[in-house]
Antibody, heavy 120, light 111 residues
């Protein structure tokens, strides 16, 4: 069964950092890249970034450049999102999703989401 | 690229058809001939799920009452006969370039 299981909810103070994980199972990790999407409370979906599982390439949303880093660990079949210098506007549910890296076929499997709350 | 969806809200009667429009500020037609436009639905309390990729390809397990069409900058998601389980927020997303962009969403609700 193909699954993406994300880490649990986080509560952070402004200025802190958070690292969210997304563990894959049930498929060949290297055949898919990861996209991260976030959703502020009551709002729509916002594309955060994309990371390759086969090399060190990553692309980020313009307004998060410099604060976000996406990585993957092939040994543990896990993707990570790290967001630094947290602000209240970063309060959101963060989703990981896989995306085929040979032939594009959309983001076909999603994690359950990780709630990140930034509050003093 | 800016993605614009309409309508914002769509009350539908079960068994009736429904249609959602998505317009992009730039053409999503790739040199390969594919339009890099996806449709996702987020049902209440759940993660988003893929419905359509490359404008008109149904994802695995998606009922055939869902269909996608369009090319260039104008795209449409159609539900031939709405069912109660189709309630949720529908998003289009351009996948031609990064950073990618989602439309604002269309909330489908049962009348």
């Amino acid at each position: 069964q193909v699954r993406l299981v994300q880490s649990g909810p986080e509560v952070k103070k402004p200025g802190a950092s958070v690292k969210v994980s997304c563990q894959a199972s049930g498929y060949t990790f290297a055949d898919y890249d990861f996209t991260w999407v976030r959703q502020a409370p009551g709002q729509g979906l916002e594309w955060v970034g994309w990371v390759s599982t086969s090399d060190v390439k990553a692309n980020y949303a313009h307004d998060l450049q410099g604060r976000v880093t996406l990585t993957t660990d092939t040994a543990t079949k896990t993707a990570f999102l790290e967001l630094r210098s947290l602000r209240s506007v970063d309060t959101a549910t963060y989703f990981c999703a896989r995306e085929g890296n040979y032939f594009y076929s959309g983001m076909d499997v999603w994690g359950q989401g990780t709630t990140v709350t930034v509050s003093s | 690229i800016v993605m614009t969806q309409s309508p914002l809200s769509l009350p539908v009667t079960p068994g009736e058809p429904a249609s959602i429009s998505c317009r992009s500020s730039q053409s999503l037609l790739h040199s390969s001939g594919h339009n890099y436009l996806d449709w996702y639905v987020q049902k209440p309390g759940h993660s988003p799920q893929l419905l359509i990729y490359l404008a008109s390809n149904r994802a695995s397990g998606v009922p055939d009452r869902f269909s996608g069409s369009g090319s260039g900058t104008d795209f449409t998601l159609e539900i031939s006969r709405v069912e109660a389980e189709d309630v949720g927020v529908y998003y289009c997303m351009e996948a031609l370039q990064t950073p990618s962009a989602f439309g604002g969403g269309t909330r489908v609700e049962i009348k």
